[in-house]
């Protein structure tokens, strides 16, 4: 756990410079105890826009902060199983977010759509007073006939919505903030470009929610409103753009991006896309951020990157027996307590040598 004076020193990061990530990942490794209020005004060199927002909205940058580590636990939980694991660890993750790799793009389009999520989630539950459930009224009503569900019954807007358009907007405005210096026009096209990735698999895929209202269980009438997906979705859907992701280089006007090799189609808003190619992340490697596969465990059985050949690289795994408490012989006791036993349980692990 990182000492509070480095979460500051982690925030104070996000709010110089909020397309550098690396500060809200940072961040993220400690209980976010912070006063906005206190960061806004330490930090000093603001830039235009992220001023503005850390001033005038210092809650939404709580919200920020709550949805990059939404954003760092979905890429810990989508490449548990691989190579690179998405590990926080300050040092390693810079290097990572320094190259222009497939993993890279990952970590910027999981981070903007954590982003989305958390501010939309937070005007749903009536936690931020700039926000709140999506507006309906304006939103054309729905045809008897075309609601979801039993057919011919009608059914109206309502509920509680979720202003997703809302947390996409706050989301563009923190995440996109224009680098003042470093990289190039290229990169940073391709990190908006994940960005906007990242928000789209969030505000694409909203679900409609009904519920029925009629006497004695009839359904007469139906309320319906749209909920985001829940974010393991969302991880799962960047995780087939990432495997799927198309490599690009910059055009001739440094403006444009072209793709290389032998697509024919073009990546589209929702692609994931990067301009150099990932180290096989097989040993440990200062410069490219890997921390090697050493020591890793695998599934000796699996044929996927899960499985000890292609997480060990080649080099073969040891198995060792661990010894694990776990709750057993558990009974219920009248009322309430359930009293367990602990067991040890032998499990066979692989690990990679
Ligand atoms: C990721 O892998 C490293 C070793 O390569 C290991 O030390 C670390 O615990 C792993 N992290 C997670 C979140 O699994
Ligand atoms: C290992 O891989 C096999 C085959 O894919 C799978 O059935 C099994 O559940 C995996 N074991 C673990 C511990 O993940």
């Known amino acids: 756990m990182l000492p509070s004076s480095r979460t500051q020193l982690g925030l104070f990061f996000i709010l110089l410079c909020p397309a550098n990530i690396i500060g809200l990942w940072w961040a993220v490794g400690s209980p976010l105890v912070m006063d906005p209020n206190s960061i806004c005004r330490k930090t000093k060199r603001l830039a235009g826009k992220q001023a503005e927002l850390c001033q005038l909205e210092p809650e939404i940058v709580q919200e920020v902060a709550k949805g990059t580590k939404l954003g760092v636990r979905e890429c810990q939980y989508q490449f548990r199983f691989r190579r690179w694991n998405c590990t926080s660890h300050s040092k390693y993750f810079g290097k990572i977010l320094q190259q222009d790799i497939r993993e890279t793009a990952f970590v910027y389009a999981i981070t903007a759509a954590g982003v989305s999520h958390?501010?939309?989630?937070?005007?749903?539950?009536?936690?931020?007073?700039?926000?709140g459930c999506e507006l309906t009224r304006s939103r054309a009503p729905p045809s008897p006939t075309a609601g979801p569900g039993t057919e011919g019954t009608a059914w109206e807007w309502g509920g509680c919505g979720d202003d997703v358009q809302f947390g996409y907007e706050k989301s563009q405005q923190f995440m996109d903030a224009k680098n003042k210096k470093g990289k190039n026009d290229i990169r940073a096209l391709i990190d908006l470009h994940n960005n906007e990735a990242g928000r789209l698999a969030v505000r694409s895929?909203?679900?409609?929610?009904?519920?029925?209202?009629?006497?004695s269980g009839s359904c007469t009438l139906r309320t319906c409103w749209r909920k985001m997906p829940h974010f393991r979705e969302v991880g799962d859907r960047l995780l087939e753009r990432f495997n799927g992701a198309f490599k690009v280089m910059g055009g001739n006007d440094g403006k444009t991006l072209i793709p290389v090799g032998d697509n024919i189609k073009p990546p589209d808003k929702q692609d994931l896309i990067y301009s150099a190619d990932s180290p096989d992340?097989?040993?440990?490697?200062?410069?490219?951020?890997?921390?090697?596969?050493?020591?890793?465990?695998?599934?000796?059985?699996?044929?996927?990157?899960?499985?000890?050949?292609?997480?060990?690289?080649?080099?073969?795994?040891?198995?060792?027996?661990?010894?694990?408490e776990e709750n057993c012989l558990c009974r219920f006791h009248w009322c309430c307590v359930v009293q367990c036993r602990k067991c040890s349980v032998r499990q066979e692990l692989s690990l990679c040598i």
Do not use: P, W
Request: glycine share 12%; net charge positive.
């Open 118 to 131: 958390a501010i939309t989630q937070a005007c749903s539950m009536g936690e931020l007073l700039q926000c």
């Open 205 to 215: 895929y909203m679900r409609t929610e009904c519920k029925c209202h009629g006497l």
């Open 281 to 324: 992340f097989c040993s440990a490697n200062r410069k490219t951020g890997s921390l090697g596969t050493r020591g890793r465990v695998c599934n000796s059985t699996a044929m996927d990157t899960s499985g000890c050949d292609l997480l060990c690289c080649g080099r073969g795994h040891r198995d060792e027996t661990v010894v694990l």
